[in-house]
């Protein structure tokens, strides 16, 4: 899979990338993840991205030329299955979609930033727009770092244990059920019982009790949904 990301901070994306499973992911050549400076796309001297909005709103929006060179550039190498805009009006984002996007070959993100991007990009260039939740960042970029973070651990060969992804939280639906390390008994706190039995079958479904227990608590919501 290769991931391209258009933004004008890439440090703040170089950082959450490049530890633990995703540096591997890297490293193995499961992934590779390029980043891209809005600014090397610009041709004015001042190297500007943003303008004034049309209008009586204060705040500075990403302009067109910028974006439209660095997508048609990139789009003139490979073809795109998904171009994503990240803004809080998108798509919100759930493991689903992290599935969905897993599968693909080439995925090109354009992190908004300030007041967002002029909307012509969202109307001509753009396939998907993503929002990672009911609140405003500071720009598209940690948001893209999530959507990055959440799909490639999903390639298949990235994790050690491959069936791990498959009891992880949100992925049958369910909440993930508690886990326990040793010692088993810590200053009286105790692991529950059943896990120390090593019966395998009574354990997954205590399992299963337990993430059907947790949802129901903590996210009904989740036991309504289709
Ligand atoms: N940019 C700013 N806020 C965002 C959000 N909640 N999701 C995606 N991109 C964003």
Redesign the pocket.
């Known amino acids: 899979m290769r991931i391209d990301i258009i933004t004008v901070l890439p440090e703040l994306i170089e950082s959450p990338l490049n530890h633990s499973i995703i540096k591997r992911a890297q490293k193995k050549g499961l992934v590779s993840i390029n980043l891209h400076h809005l600014r090397d796309y610009t041709t004015d001297k001042h190297r500007t991205v943003d303008d004034y909005a049309f209008g009586p709103d204060a705040g500075m929006v990403l302009k067109i030329e910028p974006i439209y060179k660095a997508i048609e550039k990139l789009k003139s190498k490979r073809n795109y299955d998904e171009i994503i805009y990240?803004?809080?009006d998108?798509e919100p984002y759930t493991q689903r979609l992290a599935n969905t996007l897993s599968t693909k070959e080439n995925i090109l993100i354009l992190c908004?930033h300030y007041k967002g991007v002029d909307h012509r990009v969202r109307e001509h260039l753009i396939t998907r727009e993503?929002?990672?939740?009911?609140?405003?960042?500071?720009?598209?970029e940690l948001?893209a770092a999530i959507i990055v973070d959440s799909v490639v651990r999903l390639v298949p060969g990235v994790l050690s244990d491959e069936t791990s992804a498959l009891t992880d939280s949100f992925q049958d639906g369910l909440l993930a059920p508690p886990a326990y390390t040793r010692p088993a008994d810590f200053n009286g706190w105790e692991v529950p019982e059943i896990l120390l039995s090593g019966n395998f079958k009574e354990i997954e479904k205590w399992q299963m009790e337990q993430a059907i227990e947790r949802t129901k608590r903590l996210r009904p919501n989740l036991l309504k949904d289709e």
Do not use: H, K, R
């Open positions: 990240t803004s809080p998108g908004g993503i929002s990672i939740g009911d609140y405003v960042l500071s720009g598209g948001a």
